[in-house]
Structure formats: C-alpha cells, structure tokens
C-alpha cells in the first residue's frame, strides 16, 4: 500500500478549529444540564480521536510544526557579527549586591571601571578608573581578564596581581570591590 500524501498543514488546522468549537459547545451545554452527559460526551471524543489516528495518521502528522534545525556552534565561540549589532561574547551575572544583573561583554577590549568612558561603569569609591579589561582571545575562544586596580580584583576568591591576565571559565567567580559576577558565556 503506497504512502497517502500528507494533507497540508492549513486545511488540517481549520478542520479541526470546525470541528473543535461546535464540539467544545455541545459539551459546556451538556456539562450544564447533565455532567454525567458530558463526560460521556468527551469520552466519546476521546476514542473517536483514538479511532481517528489509527485510520488517519497523516492527518495528525500535519498538526506537528516542523523541527528547527539546530545550528552547528562552538558553544564558547561568539555569534558571527551581524550588521546591526556587536558580537557577544559572554555575560556576567551579578550574583550578590547586583541583584541578578546582566552585564554583557560585546567588545575586545571590555573595560569595567569608575570611568564614565568604561564598557561598565560601577560608581563605587573601591573601583578603579579602569579596574580591569575583559578580552577575547579567538584562536582559544576564551575571554581573559587583566586587573589594573590598586584596590584589586578576586577570581574565584583568589586576589589577581595588578597587571596579571587569567582566563576566565564558565561558571567562574569575578569580585570587584565586594560585588561578584559569575561568568556565563553565551550559548546561541
């Protein structure tokens, strides 16, 4: 027996919105009068849907919204650049006093600091003008960050030396003058 050609995907849904409101009418009329009737009723439905896809089953396969492909990434490697934004290359989540702020890297070098002109600006008198830089390396496909405070800067509750570059991991810990951030690179 050769394969039905499968029904497109319009004509099944209006069918079925047809059939779906008398029958949703019938049965709040039902439930009025009579429950036991009703529930009846929605048995009936159930088994005729049963009885339905048993003899139709390419009716039911045109419900089904086709699968997205997923797409094929790297996923510590940023996005391709798109004409309207910048690349993004992870995002730090403030995990204490930021209350959940999203912060997000999407420029090589990256500068958090007191400095009106930095990436992030964090207005606290324990930030630095230029506390650290956030860079991307995309031979590694890591970010590293570089602390140029005279505060310091903790990563993963170890004080960085003042000039010291370290990479920075998913799920890594970054403190600037007592607010930490935790390290999410980006997943498309």
Do not use: W
């Not at 003899?55 to 797409?71: M, S, Y």
């Not at 006093?97 to 070098?109: C, G, I, K, L």
């Not at 903790?154 to 799920?171: C, D, I, Y």
């Amino acid at each position: 027996m050769a394969n039905p050609e499968p029904m497109p995907r319009k004509k099944v849904v209006s069918l079925v919105v047809a059939v779906s409101v008398p029958s949703l009418f019938v049965f709040v009329i039902l439930l009025v009068f009579s429950p036991i009737a009703a529930l009846l009723f929605l048995l009936a439905l159930v088994v005729g849907l049963g009885l339905l896809r048993r003899a139709k089953p390419e009716f039911f396969e045109a419900l089904k919204r086709p699968a997205k492909a997923q797409p094929s990434y790297d996923p510590i490697a940023p996005p391709p650049p798109s004409k309207s934004s910048k690349r993004t290359y992870m995002m730090l989540v403030g995990i204490n006093a930021m209350n959940q702020q999203r912060v997000t890297v999407n420029e090589s070098p990256f500068i958090i600091g007191r400095d009106k002109s930095c990436s992030f600006h964090l207005d606290y008198p324990q930030v630095s003008r230029h506390h650290l830089t956030i860079t991307y390396q995309p031979e590694e496909k890591l970010c590293y960050v570089t602390d140029n405070s005279s505060n310091g800067t903790f990563l993963n509750s170890r004080r960085m030396a003042k000039g010291e570059k370290l990479p920075l991991h998913q799920g890594d810990a970054l403190q600037i003058a007592g607010i930490i951030f935790s390290v999410e690179y980006v997943h498309y």
